[in-house]
Nanobody
């Protein structure tokens, strides 16, 4: 079955960086689009970045220039590099793939605070 496991979150100061990882299994990763979503406290889950099977990327306007999504098909892993973290980036970050239905990981928490 499809499994997505996120890691790499934590508590960071404003201006810091994190690299989130999502390890995938149970499906053909190399031919699948992948996405990162985040959910801030009290807000709806929002799409922040996506990458197609061919490596084409797209980003929410609010994160362009600070977030970079990438993938390593040999490791069945998708990454989200986040630079210049700001308090508004605080939230749970979720990995997603869509194969007829949406599949989600359990999320990894990012907290930006001084």
């Amino acid at each position: 079955q499809v499994q997505l496991v996120e890691s790499g979150g934590g508590l960071v100061q404003p201006g810091g960086s994190l690299r989130l990882s999502c390890s995938a299994s149970g499906f053909t990763f190399s031919t699948s689009g992948m996405r990162w979503y985040r959910q801030a406290p009290g807000k709806e889950r929002e799409l922040v970045a996506g990458i197609t099977w061919a490596g084409v990327t797209n980003y929410a306007d609010s994160v362009k220039g600070r977030f970079t999504i990438s993938r390593d098909n040999a490791k069945n892993t998708v990454y989200l590099q986040i630079n210049n973290l700001q308090p508004d980036d605080t939230g749970a970050y979720y990995c997603n793939t869509r194969r007829g239905t949406d599949y989600w990981g359990q999320g990894t928490q990012v907290t930006v605070s001084s």
